[in-house]
Structure formats: C-alpha cells, structure tokens
C-alpha cells in the first residue's frame, strides 16, 4: 500500500494557511508534504482526482455523543466514526454522558481503545466536570487529562451548583482544560418540550425560554471573569445568547462558542410543520426565526467559532413516541456539511468562513491537532463535492441509529473523500457499510 | 368524513364550512336525544373505541351515550398507566385495537400532538377527546353550538375565556373556532397563566377580569386545577377567586344581562364560580352537557360513514 496520496485538481481551501485556490496536495507519511501550484507526481503516489471539488483539512467536531459503553444499541465508537467519516471529519470529540459517565481514566482508555480498533476518525474524549455528572464533586481532571481527555464537560446537564462551576474552571486552570458547558436553568426549563413562544403556545406543548440558556452563559461568564480559565459554550442557540458572547469577546474573556448545523437551519415552526415530528426535538429546542438569524450573524463574524453537531444517535424506541416523552436530539456527522453548505447558497456565510469553523476554529477552541493543511500538519483531509445532490435515506447512514429531520430531504453538497493521518478512511460508494 | 377530515384532532385545521357542518348536523342529532327512545340505527354494526389514557368520566361517558344512541358497539379502553408500565408504546396500544377493526378511535392523553400520532399508525379514524393542553376539539364544536343556539349567532360577539389558558385545551379549540365564526375573543387570567403569544392566535389579552368580561356576549370560565397551585402559577385559589372568580355581586354589576356562562367541567365550586352564579341565569353549563352529545354523535356519525338520509331517518 501507498503511503504518499496525491490529490489534484481540487480547489484547496484552507484558512488557517490562507489558501483558496486550485493546488495539489501531496500526503506523505501521515503528514501533509506539500500544498502547491504544481508538484511533480511521485510515481509510488496514489492519486486523487478533486477536479469540481473541495479540498479541505478534515472537519473537527467538538460534540458528539458515541454512546459507548452503556448504549450501544444506539451508537458505537466504531459506529460513530464510521458516521464521521462519511461527513468529512476527522476528529470527533466524544461527550462523557455514557453509562457510565466518562469520569476517570479508565473510562477514557476504553473509548480511545475503541477508537483505536475502528482506525477510523480520531476520537478525542471528554471528561466529565463532575464524577458522574452528578454535579456533586469534581471530576479527577488531572487523571483525564492524563489519559487522553481534551475538555471536561457534564453535557446533557448544566452545573446548576454556581459554586461547583467556579471550583471547576479554577481547578482545570491547573490543566489548561476548556470546560465545555451545556448551558439550560432546569427551573425555567421545567417540564419544557420545546422553545417558548406561539408556536408552543399553539401546539399545547410546554415551552423552554430563550432566558433558560442565557442567564446560565451570564452567570458562567461572570464566573470566568472571577477565575479565568477558559469556557466553552456548546450549543448555542439564541441571541440573547450570542450577545453575551458577543460582549465577553469584546472584554477580552476566554470564551469560545460552537453552534449546530439544526439551530442554524432549522426553527420552531419546523416543529408545527411536521406535525410534532420527535425527530425535531432537541435540546436545546429549536428556537425562533429570530434567533436562528442572530446564530447566523453570530456564525459569520467569529462571535460564534465553530460547528459542532451535538451528534445525538437515538433508537426508534426513544423517538417513535408522544413528543413529550420522545428523548432529545439527532444525528449530525453525515449531513452537516450540506445543511452548512445551504447557509452558504443562502448568503448568510462565506465558503471560506464555513471550512474554518468546521476545521481551524475548532482546533483552535480546544488545542487539537488538525484543522490545517499547512506542511508538516497531520494528513487529515475532507474532499467534498459541493454540487453532489442526494437524498437522505437514514437508512443508509453509517450512523447505527436514524433520527434525522433531513429524512427524505434533497440537500446538496457530499463527502467523496475522507483521510484520516495518511490513510483514506472514506471514499464514496466504495466504503461498505 | 367532515369535510376534508378523516379525523378529528384539531380544529386549527377545520374551515368555517367544516366547523358548521358538524354543527348543523348535530342539532338533528340532538332532536334524536329529545324522542321518548332515543335510539336510531345510523352506526349499526359500526365499532367505536373510547381509548382513554387520561382520567375523564364526563367526556367519555358523553362519547358512549353519543356511539350507543347511534346504535354503533363501543368498547372502553381504559389505558391508564397499565400497558404504559408495561413498556408498550402509544403506538403498540393504537395498532393492537386498529388490529380489532374499530371504525373509529376516540382518545384522551396527556400529550399534546398524541391523537395525530395515533393517526398517522391506525387506518380508522381517529377522534381527540382532548390532548395535553394542545386541542379538546368536541368540546369546542359543542362550545360554539352551544352559543349559536343561546346567541343566535357568533357573528360579531364577543366571547371571553377566563381562566389558566396556559394549560387549557378547551381554550384553543375555543380559540380555533369561535372566530371562524365571527367572534371576537378576548383572553383573561393571571399573568401566569396566559401562554407566550396567545395574541398570535386572535385574541387580546386581559389580567383585569372586569374589564374582560364587561360588554362579553358570552364568557368561557375554565376549571383551576388544584396541581396548578404552588406550580407556582399562582398562589393559591382564596386570591384567585377574589381576582379572576365570577359571583352573583360581579355578575350583577358587570355582565350583561343576555351574556351566558359556559364552564367545560367540573366547575371547582367557589373557585372559579360561585354556586349561585353557576347555577344562576347566566349559566348554560348543563345545556353544554346535553350538546355535547348531540356534537359527539355528529362527529362520530360523520368519521363512522354514516350518511346525511340515514341520520334524518
């Protein structure tokens, strides 16, 4: 086997090197060799035709769910780098909330093991802030970060504890470790099923307010303006939301955010359209048009770096349920380039713009390695086709589970190319399933 | 069929047509009920399902003199937490009685959106008799014939809905048709029991219960359910029936003399309406009782198949 791929043709976009334009890229030894106008093709070199494509460093997710050990019924590491691979990324950032919770070394060591077996997507995994995300006692940060953890987080649940929060982002001070927040009041959410306003109001289902996100990411700001640290808002979805972020920017606070592909292209009205389709039930809930356009706003200028798909594989037996009782969130990995891409189409965002908050931003936020196709960075590289039209079929997804709102939509823009450290880990139509 | 409707789960999707239809078939329906032997033979040989995952008497007794008065079978399913402990989903429930080959499914659950979900598995119709605080369709059909047969007309009337619209199925149904028949709505209650834009569905809103109620054709007093209290939506029923409670001194000063009071039931006695207002001139909470099923055998004449010449024979 070759260990030198040659990728030619394609339209190279990398911002963190500020390439955008027609290069081949020359993959060696599990790094990337060369980026350049012309290059001489090394005669042991598998080549890669990108002529019409993209080619990008391999997108970085920094939310998802793997959902092993404990539900593996939904989700397995190997199940879900598979999904990750069919979607352009090359990390994956594996939340703690399993059964049990990621909180101590051994708990990471299985799902790097896991991780390691399926060759795949690299998967960085997440500690959790507290031991069980019992929002309790802290977590054993040093023993994560030790054995392969690269954020701490309870996602799925705030810390509702201020003073727990505070003790958390001074502790992992010690470490350097982003603390990854899930950001909801519990008391303003209640029994809340979806975002509060009319179209709740309509329905008869119980709504979230906006103000249940917010006033957490205002109190974890004024925490982070107290210990410092740094803080990652995962999720966001409102604009009062982005206007914290926004004004902790502006001071100066250690504070980057990520925002999914759903909160950027989906709203409220999604939820009536559909006839309380559960497959649009997440959390946070999908909010109003108004908020999905500050997301937008916040996305284009940087007040937002990433997106992260909040990847949240659940059964039929979870989702083909009343909407109250049909568990939160969906899969991600294999349509968010497309459903980004619309956003692009739309003009609410640049192409350029987009391949960095899939790529660099998200390196940057955590300190990971990748989002790059400078010389010398890991070979992880996406190649897309951007005016690749299909439809979804959940059925075909390498995802194990099928919760999808994109089920039977047409969306444009498909990975045809995933390599992961050299290695092609992902080629359309010939992956088997 | 009502109209383009193989189920009745929503009259937000009902036209003015639609809405009338049921009306206008349910006051021959109700002459029936006036006949020294109320029984006709328009469903004979048709099988209801009254699947009831919620607590109710009134609704589902209304629903079964409703199917018995048609002479259609009805079989009472009573749900409630059993085969749900059991692990058996809304939708196993809803295919193991389409599988006894119903020609209709009445249902009752606590979740708004559950009856269309249901609809969406069985291939019988499907009728809700209230979902979560999302819609309690017969009883808004039973609420605007009620109104027509006591107002003539909703043209240009005005109706208030006094009460925890927040939580109140009764409420949107109310607010799904009422209007469509050219009644003005106005909505009144505490603060807190007023839902994030209500006025989107038409309608204003009101804390002050005199000023809603003053000039109303007709007033829609809705039950305060005692898990309410200390939710906390409000802080107790003794201030709630000093603020937003009708008796005889308001009903006196405020209310016009030809203005009826409906309640959709149980009244809490003392709460939300005196005893002498309930069962004062105003009120026309038993003829509700009485339309609903006439309203009830409409519907379920109409989704069971049966034809207009049957119904008047």
Known sequence: MSDVIFIEGGRVIDPASGVDGVRTVVLRDGRVAEVAERVERPRDARAVDARGRWVTPGFIDLHVHLREPGQEYKETVATGAAAAGAGGFTSVCAMPNTRPVNDNASGTALGLARAAQAGLARVYPVGAISKGSAGEELAEYGELQAAGCVALSDDGRPVMNAGLMRR?????????LPLTVHEEDLHLVGKGVMHEGPVATRLGLKGIPAQAEEVMILRDLALLELTGGRLHVAHVSTRGSVRAIRDAKRRGLPVTAEVTPHHLALTDEDVAASGYGTDYKMNPPLRSADDVQACREALADGTIDAIATDHAPHSAVEKDLEFDAALNGIVGLE???PVCLALVKQGHLGERRLVEALTRSPASAFGLPGGTLARGAPADVAILDPAAEWVVDPGRLRSKSRNTPWKGKRLAGRCTHTIVNGRIVYEEGRSER | MIGRHKHCIALADYSREEILEVLDLAVSMKEVLRRPIKKVPSLRGRSIVNLF???????RSSFEIAAKTLSADLLNWTASASSVT?????????RNLEAMRPDVLVIRHAAGGAPRLVAEHVGCAVVS????????????????FTLREKLGTLEGK???????????????SDLHSMPKLGAKMRLCGPPTMIPAGVEALGATVHYDLREAVEGADAIVMLRIQHERIGDPLIPGTREYSKFWGLNAKKAAEWLKPSCVILHPGPVNRGVELSPEVADGPHSVILDQVQNGVAVRMAILYLLAGGTESEAKA
């Not at chain 2, 208030?160 to 109140?168: L, N, P, R, T, W």
């Open chain 2, 53 to 59: 995952f919620e607590a109710s008497t009134r609704t």
């Open chain 1, 168 to 176: 958390a982002l001074e502790y992992a001070k010690a470490f350097g």
């Open chain 2, 129 to 144: 008799a209230g979902d979560g605080a999302h819609e309690h369709p017969s009883q808004g059909l039973l609420d605007c």
């Open chain 2, 158 to 172: 005005t109706v208030a809905i006094v009460g925890d619209i927040s939580h109140s199925r009764v409420a949107r």
């Open chain 1, 335 to 337: 349509t968010a380039f």
């Open chain 2, 86 to 94: 059991k692990g058996e989903t809304l939708i196993d429930t809803a």
